[in-house]
C-alpha cells in the first residue's frame, strides 16, 4: 500500500503529516476515553464512538478551511475534531456541562460548532446531506469559495434525503461532496444486505456524479481522493460521490452487546488500523520519526485528561437556561 | 390603498423583500418557469433569475433541507411548498433541523427560513392534496405559524416572516388566493408577530377563526348583525406564538365563544384556544366552549361529500345560535 504515498508525500509535508496524526491520535484517544468514562456510569444518554474510522475525517477535513462547512452523522465526534472543533468543549457537552459547545443542550448525538463550519452532528440518519447541500448552495449565492461535505453513514445511503440531496447537488451543481463512511451495519444491519448495489459507490452515476470507494484504514487513499474531490467541487466541476470502507471498533453505541459480529474488530485493530499504518508508512519512508510521533501521543494524552478532568469540574446548566435559544424572538 | 387579491399581495410582497435583501431567494417546485402552481411567484424568475428563484426537483425533504443549511449561514431563504400537504414529505426537516437548531445548539444559529404552503380544502382535490395540518408545526417549539386571512395580512405579516430570524411556517389557503382586499400602497407594513386581531366588534358572543375561517366569521358575523346579535370576530392570525391574551379578554367582554376551524375536531387548534378561554375566563362563560370543524374523515372527493364535511357559514351560524339560547338569549 505505501506505493500512493510518493503521490501524496509531496503535498503533505512534515508539519502537514503531523497534524493529520495529531487529529487522528485525537479521534481515537478521545474515543477510548468516551468509552472508560462512559462504563463508569458518568455519561448520559447515546453515545456512539468513531474509534476505527479516524481517516476518514482526518483525510477529508484535511483539505477544508474556514470557507468550508461539514455535516455530520450520530456518531460524530471525528468530524468534529477533524474540523477544528475544541475538544475541551466538545467532552463538556457530552458531560452535559454549560460549558460544552451547546451548553449541554444538545449532547454526543448533537455537537455543533458553526464558527467552525461544523454543521451538527446529527441524531437523524441522513438528517444531514441537504444541509450541506444548502451550505454549499450558500457558498455559492455568496461566492466564498467554500464548499460542503456531508459525512454520512451506510444507514444514511439508503434514505431519501441522501438521495434527493445528491440528485439536487447535481442538478444545481454545487460544490458538494459526500462521504458515505460504510462501516459494515447500520446499527446491528449489515450494509452488504441492506445496500442493494455492489457498492455505495456504484450509486454515483445515477446521480451525475463520479464515485470512488476508497479504502478508510488508509489514510493516505482517503486524502487522495477527497482532494481530488474538493478540488472539482471548489473549481465548479460538481459533486462527488466518495465511500470509505473500514471497521467501527466499538459497537453501535455504548452498551451494545455486538451479537452480530464476530471477529472482525480483533482482526481490524491488529492488522489494518489507521494510526498504525500511518506510523509505518511514514516512519518507513524517513519522513517522521518514533520520538516526534510519540511526543504528539504524550501531548494528546495530556489533553484529553485534562478535558475530562475539566468536563467534570465544570458547572451544569440550570433550570433557569431551559428556555433560553428556543427562538430569537417569541 | 389599493384593492389587490391575496395572491397579488404575496407576489408584490416577495418582490419587494427581494429588492430590499440580496439575501432573499426563493426555493420551491415549479415557481420559476412554471411561475408557481398557484402563480404566486409569477414573473420573478423573469425579473431576478436562476441564482435567486431556484426551481427544484421534486424532493421536498431535500430542498426543505437545503433552505436550512443555507439559512443556517446566513441566507434568508423563502420556500414554497405546493400545499401543506407535501410538508409530510419534509416534516423531518421542518421539525427535526429547522424548529432545533437554534436551541439545541445552544443558540449558535437561527434558521431564518420561511416556509410559505397554502392549504384548505373545497376545491375538490380529494383527501391527499386538502388538508389542513397546521396543527402539526404549531404545536413545535422553535417554529412559528402564521396564517392570515386578507390581502393586507398576507402582505404584512410575509413581510414579517421574511424578516423574523426564526424559521417560520406561512400558512396560505387555496379558497382565499382570489379574495380581495385592501393593502397600504407604500408597502412597508410589518405585521408584529404573534398578534390577533379583533377583526369585528361585538357584544353578544366571540366567534375565533384563522385563515379561510377567519372570512367565514366575518360572513356570519355581517349575517347574524341582521338578526341583531352582535358578534365579535377574532382572526388568530398567528397559531403560533398564540396571542391568548386578545382571545381571553374578548371572551370575558362577551361571556360566550364558538371556535371556527378548517381542522379536524379533535385535538385541534380549536382545542387549544377552548382550553385557553377556560384557563383565562372560566369565570365569564356563560356557556360551553363550542367547535365547529371539518368533519372527522379524509376529505372526499365528490362535491356533496366534500361540502358536507367542511365547516360553513351556516353550520357556523347553527354553533353561534345554539350557544346564545344555552346562555338564555332565545335567536331562533
Known amino acids: 500500500m505505501t506505493e500512493t504515498l510518493p503521490v501524496t508525500a509531496g503535498v503533505l509535508d512534515e508539519r502537514r503529516l503531523l497534524d493529520a496524526y495529531r487529529t487522528m491520535r485525537t479521534i481515537r484517544m478521545f474515543e477510548e476515553r468516551v468509552h472508560e468514562e462512559f462504563a463508569t456510569g458518568e455519561i448520559p444518554g447515546f453515545v456512539h464512538l468513531y474509534a476505527g474510522e479516524e481517516a476518514s475525517a482526518t483525510g477529508v477535513c484535511a483539505h477544508l478551511d474556514e470557507r468550508d462547512a461539514i455535516s455530520s452523522t450520530h456518531r460524530g465526534h471525528g468530524h468534529c475534531i477533524a474540523k477544528g472543533v475544541d475538544v475541551k468543549a466538545m467532552m463538556a457537552e457530552i458531560y452535559g456541562r454549560a460549558t460544552g459547545s451547546c451548553h449541554g443542550k444538545g449532547g454526543s448525538m448533537h455537537i455543533a460548532d458553526l464558527s467552525k463550519g461544523m454543521l451538527g452532528a446529527n441524531g437523524i440518519v441522513g438528517g444531514g446531506p441537504p444541509l450541506i447541500c444548502g451550505a454549499a448552495l450558500a457558498a455559492k449565492l455568496q461566492n466564498t469559495g467554500g464548499v460542503g461535505v456531508a459525512f454520512f453513514g451506510d444507514g444514511a445511503s439508503n434514505q431519501g434525503t441522501t438521495l434527493e440531496a445528491m440528485n439536487l447537488a447535481s442538478v444545481w451543481n454545487v460544490p458538494v461532496v459526500f462521504v458515505a463512511e460504510n462501516n459494515g451495519y447500520a446499527e446491528a444491519t449489515a450494509s452488504s444486505w441492506s445496500v442493494a448495489a455492489d457498492s455505495i459507490a456504484d450509486r454515483a452515476p445515477a446521480f451525475g456524479m463520479p464515485g470512488v470507494t476508497v479504502d478508510g484504514f488508509d489514510f493516505f487513499a482517503v486524502y487522495e481522493a477527497a482532494g481530488e474531490a474538493v478540488e472539482r467541487a471548489r473549481a465548479g466541476g460538481g459533486p462527488t460521490l466518495i465511500e470509505v470502507e473500514f471497521t467501527r471498533y466499538f459497537g453501535h453505541f455504548e452498551g451494545d452487546q455486538q451479537t452480530y459480529r464476530t471477529d472482525e474488530v480483533a482482526r481490524a485493530r491488529a492488522e489494518r488500523d489507521c494510526l498504525r499504518s500511518f506510523r509505518a508508512r511514514v516512519m518507513d519512508s524517513g519522513l517522521l520519526s518514533a520520538e516526534r510521533l510519540d511526543e504528539v501521543d504524550r501531548e494528546v494524552a495530556l489533553l484529553i485528561d485534562r478535558a475530562v478532568a475539566e468536563a467534570k469540574e465544570a458547572p451544569k446548566p440550570t433550570a433557569a437556561d431551559l428556555e433560553t435559544d428556543v427562538y430569537i424572538s417569541y | ?332
Open chain 2, 1 to 332: 390603498m389599493s384593492v389587490i387579491t391575496y395572491r397579488q399581495a404575496l407576489r408584490e410582497t416577495l418582490r419587494a423583500e427581494m429588492h430590499r435583501d440580496e439575501d432573499v431567494f426563493l426555493i420551491g417546485e415549479e415557481i420559476g418557469i412554471f411561475e408557481g402552481s398557484y402563480k404566486i411567484t409569477e414573473g420573478l424568475l423573469k425579473e431576478f433569475g436562476e441564482r435567486r428563484v431556484r426551481d427544484t426537483p421534486i424532493a421536498e425533504e431535500g430542498f426543505v433541507g437545503t433552505a436550512i443549511g443555507a439559512a443556517m449561514l446566513g441566507l434568508r431563504p423563502v420556500v414554497e411548498l405546493m400545499t401543506i400537504n407535501f410538508s409530510l414529505l419534509a416534516i423531518d426537516q421542518i421539525v427535526n433541523h429547522a424548529a432545533k437548531i437554534y436551541g439545541m445548539f445552544g443558540g449558535q444559529t437561527s434558521v431564518p427560513m420561511v416556509i410559505r404552503t397554502p392549504g384548505g380544502g373545497g376545491q375538490q382535490l380529494g383527501a391527499t392534496h386538502s388538508q389542513n395540518i397546521e396543527l402539526f408545526y404549531s404545536f413545535v417549539p422553535g417554529l412559528k405559524v402564521l396564517a392570515p386571512s386578507t390581502p393586507g395580512d398576507a402582505a404584512s405579516m410575509l413581510r414579517a416572516a421574511i424578516r423574523d430570524d426564526d424559521p417560520v411556517l406561512f400558512l396560505e389557503n387555496l379558497g382565499l388566493y382570489n379574495s380581495k382586499g385592501e393593502v397600504p400602497d407604500d408597502g412597508d407594513q410589518v405585521a408584529e408577530i404573534g398578534r390577533a386581531a379583533v377583526t369585528r366588534e361585538g357584544s353578544d358572543i366571540t366567534l375565533i377563526g384563522y385563515s379561510r375561517m377567519a372570512v367565514v366569521a366575518q360572513q356570519v358575523a355581517e349575517k347574524l348583525a341582521e338578526d341583531d346579535i352582535s358578534v365579535e370576530v377574532v382572526d388568530l392570525r398567528s397559531l403560533r406564538p398564540l396571542d391568548r391574551e386578545t382571545i381571553v379578554e374578548s371572551v370575558r367582554k362577551t361571556g360566550s365563544a364558538v371556535i371556527a376551524e378548517d381542522d379536524w375536531l379533535t385535538y385541534g387548534i380549536g382545542a387549544e384556544i377552548a382550553a385557553t378561554i377556560q384557563e383565562g375566563a372560566f369565570d365569564f362563560l356563560d356557556a360551553p366552549v363550542r367547535r365547529v370543524a371539518m368533519a372527522e374523515v379524509p376529505l372526499p372527493y365528490a362535491k356533496p361529500l366534500e361540502t358536507a364535511a367542511l365547516p360553513s357559514v351556516d353550520s357556523v351560524i347553527t354553533a353561534v345560535k345554539e350557544t346564545l339560547n344555552a346562555v338564555g338569549r332565545r335567536v331562533g
